[in-house]
């Protein structure tokens, strides 16, 4: 199982950016996936999900700016984040699971512990 994140980069306050997770060694469409970001000095935090069953949960300051999806034609999955904020910046990992077991399933996202494979991380910098 392998993930390679991309797409990061530096933009302003407002604007838009897509990652992507290319993935290899596994089925994209049978495993849970999901994106992280981590802060500086912080642990790495769940930004969104699409879990086991297709549901799909959202970190509660994204709602409605980002979006997750995966195209497993392409065996990738992406974050398309919108009316990005400086408080965004963060470096961001993708995630993937074959399953995950945990509490609360069913209205949030797998914890950190559940993930196995990890991408490397792509920098997000959004400027004031």
């Known amino acids: 199982v392998q993930l390679q994140a991309s797409g990061g980069g530096s933009v302003q306050s407002g604007s838009s950016l897509r990652l992507s997770c290319l993935t290899s060694g596994f089925a994209l469409e049978d495993y849970a996936v999901g994106w992280f970001r981590q802060f500086p000095g912080k642990e790495r935090e769940v930004v969104a999900c699409?879990?086991?069953?297709?549901?799909?949960f959202y970190e509660d300051s994204v709602k409605g700016r980002f979006a997750i999806s995966r195209d497993n034609a392409k065996s990738t999955l992406y974050l398309q984040m919108d009316s990005l904020r400086p408080e965004d910046t963060a470096v961001y990992f993708c995630a993937a699971e074959r399953v995950i077991y945990y509490s609360n399933s069913h209205n949030s996202c797998p914890p950190r512990w559940g993930y196995n494979s990890w991408g490397q991380g792509t920098l997000v910098t959004v400027s004031s």
């Open positions: 699409i879990n086991n069953d297709r549901a799909i």
